[in-house]
């Protein structure tokens, strides 16, 4: 089960940069996001979003390679299977592009747009969903961030333990296997 995680911060950039960090985290192996959403509410009260996942993006490509594939199939039945796959290709980007900007993955949306609508004028906000972790090492990269946590699905003890390592310069010391969080 995936774990949510919502950091404010006081900075418009700062939320860029830990997701920075936590993609090279990714990367080493010691987190694994599903998930990953940064809303940046500017000098004029906008909030913007970045969605770590383009689906409109990833549907028209996976569209387009499967209309072309189709499209080529269906044109060596009538003898023309480049016009089958440039017309077969140039439907399934279109219908797959169409179908990746209606579909919802991950955090949901309502919920990116209630939260972010509170968090003040030139700061950020990070939400994270997260299907693994690494808690001791994905914590020691991160004490002393001085975030606030908006929202999580942490257990109380988790959670607490988190605003801890956010606030404090020092990694408390953990107390055995049941008080590391499962998740960041």
Not at 26 to 33: H, Q, S
Not at 110 to 124: D, F, H, Q, V
Request: charged share 20%; no cysteine; glycine share 10%.
């Amino acid at each position: 089960m995936s774990e949510l995680v919502v950091l404010g911060f006081d900075n418009a950039d700062k939320a860029d940069a830990v997701l920075n960090r936590l993609v090279q985290l990714e990367k080493e192996y010691l987190i694994d996001l599903e998930d990953a959403v940064i809303a940046v509410r500017d000098e004029a009260g906008k909030v913007r979003l970045k969605q770590s996942v383009n689906l409109t993006a990833a549907g028209a490509a996976s569209g387009g390679l499967s209309g072309a594939l189709w499209g080529s199939l269906v044109g060596l039945l009538f003898l023309n299977p480049l016009a089958g796959l440039v017309v077969g290709g140039a439907l399934g980007a279109g219908s797959g592009a169409l179908a990746g900007s209606m579909a919802d993955y991950g955090i949901d949306d309502g919920l990116i747009a209630k939260l972010a609508e509170t968090i003040p004028t030139n700061s950020s906000a990070l939400f994270l969903l997260i299907r693994k972790v690494q808690p001791e090492k994905v914590l020691a990269e991160f004490k002393g961030e001085h975030a606030r946590l908006l929202r999580t699905s942490l257990s109380p003890d988790q959670e607490a333990r988190l605003r801890q390592v956010l606030v404090d310069e020092t990694l408390p010391p953990s107390t055995g296997p049941t008080a590391a969080p499962a998740a960041v």
